[in-house]
């Protein structure tokens, strides 16, 4: 232990008193959360709470630091930084169920483990949080080393090591006091200790004693908890806490084993880094209102667009509205977070507006656009363009019929303000594209109304095209990173016996046009990488490829940690160009 002290006479009688009756803690320490006076294995730390901010400080061997940080999972959890003089680590702590102790660790400025940090609070006992009966079977993570005891008829047996000493416990346990008074002896010296359980029985306070008498200190421990991995709940299929290797903490919902549904993570200093809803392990937004996942809702996405409709899975999927950042509107159908079906796009620079039929994000199939100088265009698009059947109206009344391909105007009919039934009989009557009876000509330049454009270019027949240019909605040119990983596992040598098998995962990352569902994306990325290439992977979309590889590597990692888990970066690839 430490070197002995020489203690008066009236201390050896009432550290006697002290075997003979119980000894009660101050009653004015109630247990509530982290805050209040700790006895820890870094001195007395103490903590104050203000909402859910967390700052105190510690003192210990003459040094006093200070302790910043923010509590999460209903105040069980302090995630934050120590500060001493000029230097400054992480630290993270847990409070066990009872909240009379925790557990928890500390990094160095580096990064590096630190060292372990437990405390003990000193409380009244509350008996109807206190243990059944005394229970101090079990691992200990005491301020002298891990301890083990095991509770025998009569007695107790047990063993503690530490960094400096090793020693043995014998001892016996009073029921009525939840005590254990004990003998320990390690290798240099011996003498005699008494533990108390801690209502909730996860956390002992008690002192010890050379065998002359000489007092020694405190001795307390917590009941071992999980500081990382699923701390708590379903981190598979439902509601769980789990906090990653990096000490990033996420606490919502799973769905196979990725985040889905709402949830919170947090940096490993405890900040909030993203709350809302996540689909498939990738942050969608925070949900407003309503059902943001299964109903109807209203969701602000990370990058300030809107939406107010109904949802499937976390995707948006039938009848809404969506206001985009630039402040477009959409109003109309949804399918797997595209524009899908009849709705009307506004835009807000312009005041263009069409009203039509969308697929999968695109302009696509019969509509009609409204440029903001009064013209309207109605007929067939194809993939943002005016192509196929469709009539020009003027706003001087003019209207001209014919056939378009990929925006271009091919042939036309000049209808002088005809009616809306002879348009569709011309539009019926126009030459199909590439027939003999197609003449190509581009009247319609020459008789385009030139608003948009200044005065000394008016007369450009580009720029007059250029008026009546379709507008493309916002996010028709989004793309959207694939994830393609699959695993294969490599055994040592056999001449190197303590190596440990590998798990290597091996992926690569494709950027695809966004239109495009997940099926069609293999296909794709097998017809330009080649058939093998993705052959056997398993695919995910990804907002953040390095994040969500980062969620697959550590799954493997805890899921394995007989095994070292590496990966193997393939390239990243371009869909379609």
């Given at each position: 232990?430490?070197?002995?002290?020489?203690?008066?006479?009236?201390?050896?009688?009432?550290?006697?008193?002290?075997?003979?009756?119980?000894?009660?803690?101050?009653g004015s320490l109630v247990a509530q959360g982290f805050s209040g006076e700790w006895r820890t294995s870094l001195g007395k730390l103490s903590i104050v709470i203000d909402n859910r901010?967390?700052?105190?400080?510690?003192?210990?061997?003459?040094?006093?630091?200070?302790?910043?940080?923010?509590?999460?999972?209903?105040?069980?959890?302090?995630?934050?930084?120590?500060?001493?003089?000029?230097?400054?680590?992480?630290?993270?702590?847990?409070?066990?169920?009872?909240?009379?102790?925790?557990?928890?660790?500390?990094?160095?400025?580096?990064?590096?483990?630190?060292?372990?940090?437990?405390?003990?609070?000193?409380?009244?006992?509350?008996?109807?949080?206190?243990?059944?009966?005394?229970?101090?079977?079990?691992?200990?993570?005491?301020?002298?080393?891990?301890?083990?005891?095991?509770?025998?008829?009569?007695?107790?047996?047990?063993?503690?090591?530490?960094?400096?000493?090793?020693?043995?416990?014998?001892?016996?346990?009073?029921?009525?006091?939840?005590?254990?008074?004990?003998?320990?002896?390690?290798?240099?010296?011996?003498?005699?200790?008494?533990?108390?359980?801690?209502?909730?029985?996860?956390?002992?306070?008690?002192?010890?004693?050379?065998?002359?008498?000489?007092?020694?200190?405190?001795?307390?421990?917590?009941?071992?908890?999980?500081?990382?991995?699923?701390?708590?709940?379903?981190?598979?299929?439902?509601?769980?806490?789990?906090?990653?290797?990096?000490?990033?903490?996420?606490?919502?919902?799973?769905?196979?084993?990725?985040?889905?549904?709402?949830?919170?993570?947090?940096?490993?200093?405890?900040?909030?880094?993203?709350?809302?809803?996540?689909?498939?392990?990738?942050?969608?937004?925070?949900?407003?209102?309503?059902?943001?996942?299964?109903?109807?809702?209203?969701?602000?996405?990370?990058?300030?667009?809107?939406?107010?409709?109904?949802?499937?899975?976390?995707?948006?999927?039938?009848?809404?509205?969506?206001?985009?950042?630039?402040?477009?509107?959409?109003?109309?159908?949804?399918?797997?977070?595209?524009?899908?079906?009849?709705?009307?796009?506004?835009?807000?620079?312009?005041?263009?507006?069409?009203?039509?039929?969308?697929?999968?994000?695109?302009?696509?199939?019969?509509?009609?656009?409204?440029?903001?100088?009064?013209?309207?265009?109605?007929?067939?698009?194809?993939?943002?363009?005016?192509?196929?059947?469709?009539?020009?109206?003027?706003?001087?009344?003019?209207?001209?019929?014919?056939?378009?391909?990929?925006?271009?105007?091919?042939?036309?009919?000049?209808?002088?303000?005809?009616?809306?039934?002879?348009?569709?009989?011309?539009?019926?009557?126009?030459?199909?594209?590439?027939?003999?009876?197609?003449?190509?000509?581009?009247?319609?330049?020459?008789?385009?109304?030139?608003?948009?454009?200044?005065?000394?270019?008016?007369?450009?027949?580009?720029?007059?095209?250029?008026?009546?240019?379709?507008?493309?909605?916002?996010?028709?040119?989004?793309?959207?990173?694939?994830?393609?990983?699959?695993?294969?596992?490599?055994?040592?040598?056999?001449?190197?016996?303590?190596?440990?098998?590998?798990?290597?995962?091996?992926?690569?990352?494709?950027?695809?046009?966004?239109?495009?569902?997940?099926?069609?994306?293999?296909?794709?990325?097998?017809?330009?990488?080649?058939?093998?290439?993705?052959?056997?992977?398993?695919?995910?979309?990804?907002?953040?490829?390095?994040?969500?590889?980062?969620?697959?590597?550590?799954?493997?990692?805890?899921?394995?940690?007989?095994?070292?888990?590496?990966?193997?970066?393939?390239?990243?690839?371009?869909?379609?160009?």
């Amino acid at each position: 232990m430490y070197s002995k002290i020489q203690i008066s006479s009236m201390l050896r009688r009432w550290v006697c008193a002290v075997f003979l009756f119980p000894f009660v803690l101050p009653g004015s320490l109630v247990a509530q959360g982290f805050s209040g006076e700790w006895r820890t294995s870094l001195g007395k730390l103490s903590i104050v709470i203000d909402n859910r901010q967390a700052g105190g400080h510690y003192r210990g061997g003459g040094e006093e630091g200070q302790l910043n940080g923010r509590l999460l999972w209903q105040g069980r959890l302090l995630a934050g930084t120590w500060q001493l003089d000029d230097q400054q680590g992480r630290v993270f702590l847990r409070l066990t169920d009872s909240q009379n102790a925790f557990v928890g660790h500390w990094l160095q400025p580096d990064g590096q483990p630190g060292g372990e940090w437990i405390g003990v609070r000193e409380t009244a006992a509350q008996e109807q949080n206190a243990a059944a009966r005394a229970d101090f079977s079990g691992e200990w993570a005491s301020n002298y080393g891990r301890m083990i005891l095991n509770s025998e008829p009569g007695k107790v047996l047990g063993e503690f090591t530490g960094k400096h000493n090793k020693g043995r416990i014998t001892g016996q346990e009073n029921p009525r006091s939840r005590k254990l008074v004990s003998n320990w002896q390690d290798q240099d010296n011996r003498g005699t200790a008494i533990f108390k359980l801690l209502p909730g029985g996860d956390g002992f306070l008690g002192e010890w004693w050379y065998d002359d008498y000489t007092y020694g200190g405190y001795w307390f421990g917590v009941r071992p908890l999980v500081l990382s991995g699923p701390l708590a709940g379903d981190s598979q299929n439902g509601f769980g806490v789990y906090v990653w290797i990096d000490g990033s903490i996420y606490i919502g919902n799973w769905k196979n084993g990725v985040y889905h549904g709402q949830g919170s993570r947090y940096t490993p200093t405890g900040k909030l880094e993203s709350r809302g809803v996540w689909v498939q392990g990738v942050y969608q937004g925070k949900c407003l209102s309503g059902d943001c996942l299964n109903g109807k809702g209203q969701i602000r996405f990370s990058n300030g667009d809107q939406y107010h409709g109904e949802f499937r899975e976390g995707r948006l999927e039938g009848q809404g509205h969506y206001r985009y950042a630039n402040g477009d509107t959409y109003e109309g159908g949804f399918k797997n977070n595209r524009r899908h079906g009849r709705g009307v796009y506004v835009w807000s620079n312009g005041g263009d507006r069409y009203e039509g039929e969308f697929s999968l994000g695109k302009i696509q199939g019969e509509g009609k656009y409204i440029f903001s100088n009064g013209d309207i265009y109605q007929g067939r698009f194809r993939r943002g363009m005016r192509s196929g059947k469709g009539v020009m109206i003027l706003s001087n009344g003019e209207q001209i019929a014919g056939q378009w391909r990929d925006d271009q105007f091919k042939s036309s009919r000049v209808l002088s303000n005809a009616p809306e039934s002879e348009v569709a009989t011309e539009l019926a009557e126009a030459p199909p594209l590439g027939t003999k009876n197609d003449t190509g000509d581009n009247r319609l330049r020459d008789i385009l109304p030139r608003p948009l454009i200044s005065q000394s270019d008016s007369n450009s027949p580009a720029a007059a095209e250029k008026a009546h240019r379709i507008r493309k909605p916002a996010g028709s040119d989004q793309r959207q990173d694939y994830l393609f990983w699959k695993t294969r596992e490599q055994q040592p040598s056999a001449a190197d016996s303590s190596a440990l098998p590998e798990l290597i995962i091996s992926y690569l990352v494709v950027s695809a046009p966004g239109q495009f569902p997940g099926s069609r994306i293999r296909e794709m990325a097998g017809a330009q990488l080649g058939a093998n290439s993705v052959s056997g992977m398993e695919m995910e979309p990804a907002a953040d490829y390095r994040r969500t590889m980062y969620q697959i590597v550590q799954r493997f990692r805890l899921a394995n940690p007989d095994r070292k888990t590496s990966t193997s970066f393939l390239g990243y690839h371009r869909l379609g160009e």
